[in-house]
């Protein structure tokens, strides 16, 4: 079909799935099956509905035929361009969800997410929208039926954090909040403000696919871990044993600090998990460099560096900068409903991606 690239190499991807489950030993990683299952599942959905969009496609051109044909029937000619007109739309509609599933996957989007939180530019301002954010994300986490798995946290004497980071699972965890990695900056009157001055300050939030020991190889000599005894704020929580470690990737600079359990045990286990994770990250946004040097915008790029939102207290406003989107709901947003403008942002980024695929066409 015409604007649609070709539906064999999906064709033969679903029997190569289809033989996969048929294996005898097919139920020997289950995680691996219901991932296979989870694939078959989407490709199968796509033939399908090429299938219809075909048929679609061969009806309105035999009832532009009877349009085209001056001597045919005028209730029959009447008839043909109702169906005609009724066509149209269903196709738009079906090329669309065709075209969508025919996007690459990202490997990730399955995998459950590491949020680290860091204040910014700011001072005790950044470390309390620091704060804001971190609420907002368990709000919509719990709003999802999400879990949160605390990971390392260093509080500050304002209240807010320096910094945060935690683990989200779930269904699509990451493919739901991997648009959130960036500069966040709220614009809002401090407490403290006499004047009523509006004070600009800034979080970054990074958002991290966990990986998995198979996905990065790390060799225990390219480790430098030490430990200390960690400390909270205002004497809280503060262990008499050395149960805060760090662990130094020397190949890589990359450096991770864990002390929210008693246990040092406890901690060197997420430390790694953080420190994997990091390191999958860098790996993947190396490969993406290349990729993204041919696309507009990269609004699933993941750039800490970018500022992609601003939260606006006093005009009750939020913009999201990649892609224009203003909503003047501000208190819910921060209350944790930001599905508005994550289904925004999935469909400003779709919508790119599938002009990138009908452009290799």
Not at 309 to 334: C, E, K
């Amino acid at each position: 079909m015409k604007g649609i690239p070709h539906i064999e190499p999906f064709k033969n991807k679903c029997e190569e799935l289809a033989k996969l489950m048929a294996a005898p030993n097919y139920y020997d990683d289950l995680r691996e099956a219901a991932k296979i299952g989870r694939e078959y599942q989407k490709v199968s959905e796509l033939i399908e509905l090429y299938t219809s969009l075909e048929k679609l496609y061969k009806d309105t051109e035999d009832n532009k035929a009877i349009l085209n044909d001056s001597n045919s029937d005028p209730e029959l000619r009447e008839l043909a361009q109702a169906e005609v007109d009724e066509s149209e739309k269903k196709i738009e509609d079906l090329r669309n969800k065709v075209l969508l599933l025919m996007l690459p996957p990202d490997p990730s989007d399955s995998r459950d997410t590491i949020i680290e939180i860091r204040a910014g530019t700011g001072g005790d301002e950044a470390s309390l929208f620091a704060g804001v954010l971190y609420r907002m994300y368990c709000r919509y986490v719990e709003l999802k039926g999400w879990k949160i798995e605390p990971m390392s946290s260093s509080v500050s004497e304002c209240g807010g954090y320096r910094e945060i980071s935690f683990l989200v699972t779930g269904e699509d965890v990451y493919k739901t909040l991997k648009y959130e990695s960036g500069v966040h900056r709220v614009q809002r009157i401090p407490t403290t403000e006499a004047s009523g001055r509006i004070h600009t300050s800034t979080a970054t939030v990074a958002v991290l696919p966990e990986a998995e020991e198979v996905d990065i190889e790390i060799h225990p000599d390219d480790l430098e871990i030490t430990v200390s005894r960690a400390s909270g704020p205002g004497g809280q929580g503060v262990n008499t044993t050395d149960s805060a470690v760090q662990i130094v990737h020397k190949p890589s600079g990359v450096m991770v600090y864990c002390a929210d359990e008693r246990s040092q045990q406890k901690n060197r286990v997420k430390a790694m998990t953080v420190l994997r994770s990091r390191l999958l990250q860098a790996k993947e946004e190396e490969e993406k460099a290349k990729y993204a040097a041919h696309r507009k915008s990269q609004i699933g790029s993941g750039d800490r560096s970018e500022r992609i939102r601003t939260y606006n207290f006093p005009q009750n406003r939020l913009t999201d900068h990649r892609i224009g989107l203003t909503l003047y709901s501000l208190p819910a947003i921060v209350d944790g409903d930001i599905q508005e403008l994550i289904n925004a942002l999935q469909e400003a980024d779709h919508a790119e991606r599938v002009q990138e695929l009908l452009s290799k066409e």
